[in-house]
C-alpha cells in the first residue's frame, strides 16, 4: 500500500547482496509453528495467556529453561530479549562514570547499551585473565570503579571463535570481584561439535551473569530472552517498579514460548536450522577459499559470522562505499571495537540471511571490488 508505514527494522537494498546483516533467514523462520503453539498457549492457559504475568517469568517457561540450563528455577529472569537483559543487568550495576571491561571485538551493539549508563568502555584481551586481573587492579589503583566485564565467549559475534581460559576468566573475577557478563547468544548454533561449557556453569553462578536469547534460534521478532543470575539479583530484577506495574516481561510471548519448547518444536526448529546455517557457513567460505584465496580468517564452529583480515594498511571502513558500487556490503571490523582507531584492518561476513548461491556470488562481487580498489594480498 502506498505510503504504508515500515513493518521490518531494515528495507532491502535493490541490487546489494548484503553480508552485513546478522539476521535470520527469512525462509527459516517457524511461522507455521509458532501460529501452532499460539494456538496451543491460549488452549492450554486460557485467560491466564493474555493477563498480566509472573514478575520473573511464567513458571512453564521458567522451568523448561532451568531444564535446559541446567540451573535452579530461582536463577532465571525472562526478558524482553538479550540486549534487554544486559540493559537491565546495566541498570543495576553500573554508575555514571564506572569503567566497563570489554573483550575487544566485540557485538557492536552492545557498547551503545553500555554507554547509554554513561561508563567509560575500556577494552581488555578475555581470553588473558592474568591480564584483565592486572588491568582492574591498575584502574583501581587509579580511583576507578570497575563493576562488570561484558564478553562473548561462545561462538563470538564478530569473530565465530570461542574463547579459551574460560575457568581462569571466571577465577579471575572472582578474585577482583568483577561480574562477567556472559552474552552466550550463540550457543545452541554449534555446527562441528557441542558448543565450550558456559562460563555460568563453570562458575556455578556468581561472578557471572549469563545473557541469553531467543532471537537467533527461534525468531527476533518476538523479543524474547532470558538471564540466569544470582537470585538476590534476580529479585531485585522482579522487584523493579516496571515489572510491578506491568508483571512479567512479554507475559504471552514467554507462555507461547513454553508451549513451542515443551512440545519438541523447538528442538525441531533448532536442528533443521543447524543444518541450514551449517551448509551457508560452508558455503561462505568455499566462496572466500575461491575468489580471496589468500585472505586470512578462522572457519567458524559456530554463531554466524566471520571475520576476516584485510592486507596491512587495507581500512574496511574506508573501502565500504567503493565496495557497495560493486553490489555488495560487510560490516566494518571498527564498529565492533570499543578504542578508535583498531580493527580497521578487518570486516565481518555474516551467513546467516542469504541462500548458499548468494553468498558465493557475494564474495564474487567483493573480490571484484577489493581488486579494483587495488586491494592485494
Known amino acids: 500500500m502506498a505510503g504504508a508505514l515500515p513493518i521490518i527494522q531494515f528495507a532491502d537494498r535493490s541490487g546489494l547482496v548484503d ?5 535470520p533467514r527469512p525462509a527459516l523462520l517457524p511461522v507455521r509453528e509458532w501460529a501452532d503453539a499460539v494456538a496451543d498457549a491460549v488452549r492450554e492457559y486460557g485467560p491466564a ?36 537483559a544486559l540493559d537491565l543487568v546495566c541498570a543495576l550495576l553500573v554508575r555514571p562514570g564506572d569503567v566497563v571491561l570489554v573483550d575487544s571485538p566485540t557485538y557492536h551493539l552492545a557498547l551503545p547499551i553500555l554507554r547509554d549508563y554513561a561508563a567509560r568502555l575500556v577494552p581488555v584481551p578475555a581470553g588473558d585473565a592474568v591480564a584483565v586481573a592486572d588491568r582492574v587492579g591498575e584502574l583501581r589503583a587509579a580511583g576507578h570503579r570497575v563493576p562488570l566485564l561484558y564478553v562473548v565467549p561462545t561462538f563470538n559475534n564478530p569473530t565465530g571463535q570461542s574463547l579459551a581460559g574460560r575457568a581462569e576468566l571466571v577465577a579471575a573475577a572472582r578474585r577482583t570481584g568483577v561480574a562477567i557478563v556472559e552474552d552466550d547468544t550463540y550457543r545452541e ?52 517498579g516496571y515489572v510491578d506495574s506491568g508483571g512479567g516481561v512479554n507475559h504471552a510471548t514467554a507462555v507461547t514460548m513454553a508451549s513451542f519448547c515443551r512440545s519438541g518444536r523447538y528442538d525441531e526448529h533448532v536442528t533443521r536450522i543447524r543444518t541450514e546455517y551449517r551448509a551457508a557457513r560452508d558455503a561462505l567460505v568455499a566462496a572466500v577459499a575461491r575468489y580471496l584465496p589468500a585472505a586470512e580468517f578462522t572457519r567458524p564452529a559456530g554463531g554466524w559470522f566471520l571475520w576476516l583480515r584485510l592486507p596491512p594498511g587495507a581500512d574496511a571502513g574506508a573501502l565500504l562505499p567503493g565496495i557497495e558500487a560493486h553490489g555488495v556490503s560487510y560490516v566494518p571490523g571498527a564498529r565492533f571495537c570499543p578504542e578508535p582507531g583498531t580493527g580497521v584492518g578487518h570486516l565481518r561476513l555474516s551467513f546467516s540471511m542469504l541462500e548458499p548461491e548468494l553468498l558465493a556470488e557475494g564474495i564474487r562481487r567483493l573480490a571484484a571490488g577489493l581488486a579494483a580498489a587495488e586491494v592485494t594480498w
Open 189 to 240: 548454533l554449534s555446527y562441528d561439535a557441542g558448543a565450550p561449557p558456559a562460563l555460568y556453569g563453570l562458575a556455578g553462578g556468581p561472578p557471572v551473569i549469563r545473557v541469553g536469547s531467543f532471537a537467533k534460534t527461534v525468531a527476533p521478532g518476538l523479543r524474547l530472552g532470558f538471564l540466569t543470575a544470582d537470585p538476590a539479583l534476580v529479585a531485585r530484577l522482579a522487584t523493579r
Open 19 to 23: 553480508l552485513g546483516r546478522g539476521h
Open 49 to 84: 495467556a493474555l493477563g498480566y504475568g509472573y514478575p520473573a517469568g511464567p513458571g512453564p517457561l521458567v522451568e523448561w529453561l532451568a531444564g535446559r540450563l541446567g540451573v535452579p528455577a530461582a536463577e532465571v529472569f525472562v526478558t524482553a530479549g538479550g540486549s534487554h
